[in-house]
């Protein structure tokens, strides 16, 4: 028997395989890592770039629903052919500006309140003849005498009786809704984040930016320094690089305005989700693999929270999508989301409340006589009328056209009926400019039908509301009574209307004509 040889070379090759395949998946480990870590930094970059960019978007778009609000403003309190104290007054403190300045044609003041008055007139004079042209002008950093820190002028125009007009705010800091904006910019840790103008000036700073005694802060000098070497970052509008060693900065244009958002993140925080890679053995597979899990749920909270960003801003739009552009109260479709929580309560504890509808008198006479223009402002002022006469609690909207809806909680009968008639009664005493006649203003009074509805546990809010809408059609129908008192009532699926009518016209000429 010949002896058996024994081959050990398989052995040793086979030795060799693994240990080069081992060698191979901890090299090609250790370049994954490596690569995973370079990924990460440019991820988070990409995220602070784009964090940036939608901050100036926010920005920008609150810049805009200030301008609308200043204009809604305007329009309901600033439109009369002169602007009182009060009136000024109480835009301004509703705007939450700390002056405003009116001026017409060719920036003719026309009145001004507040700090630097009346000579906001010409220290914005660039701003308020850019709003004039274009619709919309917001001024640079301004340092008016009195007032510590930096302000803004956002100036819009509005039309009024007596022409068109432009109106200028004047906010410290930008305002609270700029300022609420600037501060959530950046959730990094040890970030500082600057909303400035074309000069440097801060306009507001989180955190705060202390203000020299006179004069307007500015960036510091290592941040302008920075700023003056960036480059331009994948995401359209920014711009990114280091400021110095240890942190990053990111700018971004504010649309619409000269303006620029400014955050400096420290390195350690701002790379955070993928610091510490580069120290995980690269055969550790698990290691590197638990890491990068690590990182990507990183990723994906900042993302979710960045969600949660974008669907309160919508949430915030839809309030403005709930409102009536012209009067500013609640529109048709937030009235029956109302209605409907309304009688939700109502079926459940059983509450009473009412339904209230008014309608204005001989609109269309008012809109063929004196223009479209002039209707809205009868109906802005009948918006009015029914905030004044109504409570705090009460929900008032337009329903179309020349037609309003309040839905009065916790209301019955002799409530619902009090409540038409203080509406018929405020619109009698306010008085609408209409324009003139012969030379002659021509002021008209709101005149409104009203009826309303008592809905009991489940009464069904359709059947509610016709029933008001029937009361309001028999009121319009009787055209007499002296204090809106009730003439009758009927039942209608649970709900009681009652007929309230219009007082006999008094004080602007004979019943039934227009002036």
Known sequence: MRPTSVNAGPGHWATAVVAAVLAVVLAAGALGIAVAQHQARNRDLALFTSRVGTSAAYVA??????????????????????????????????????????VGPANALVAATGT??????????????????????????IALPGLHGTAVMIAVPYATGSGRRVVGAVYVGGGAVLAAFVSHVSLYQGHQTYLVDQTGGVIVADPPATAPSSGLAHLPGRVTAAVASLHAA????????????????????VAETSWRLLVVAPDTALFAPSSGIATVVPWLVWGAVLLLAAAMVVLASRFVRQHRELVATATRLGEVARTDELTGIANRRSLIEEHGRLAEVSARYGHTYAVLMADLDRFKDINDTYGHEAGDRYLVAAAGCLRRALRDTDIVGRWGGDEFLALLPE?????????????????????????SSKGDPVRLPVRFSAGWAEATRGTDPDTAVHAADLSLYRA????NGTDGQREGSRSSGGATATVVTDPPVTGEGPAGSLR
């Open 476 to 479: 319009k129908a009787s055209g």
């Open 116 to 141: 630097g008055a009346p000579d906001l007139a010409s220290t914005g004079a660039t701003v308020l003849a850019a709003a004039a042209a274009r619709g919309r002008a917001v001024s640079e950093g």
């Open 234 to 253: 994948p995401t359209a509008g920014v711009r990114v690089g280091p400021v110095g060693s240890g942190a990053t900065v990111a700018e971004a244009a």
């Open 61 to 102: 778009a609150a810049v805009d629903t200030q301008a609308q609000r200043q204009a809604s403003v305007a329009t309901a309190l600033l439109a009369g052919a002169s602007v009182q104290a009060s009136e000024l007054a109480e835009a301004s403190s509703g705007l939450g500006a700390v002056a405003v300045v009116v």
């Open 411 to 435: 209301t019955g009968p002799d409530g619902a009926e009090d409540a038409a008639r203080r509406v018929v009664g405020e619109g009698l005493a306010t008085l609408v400019e209409m324009g």
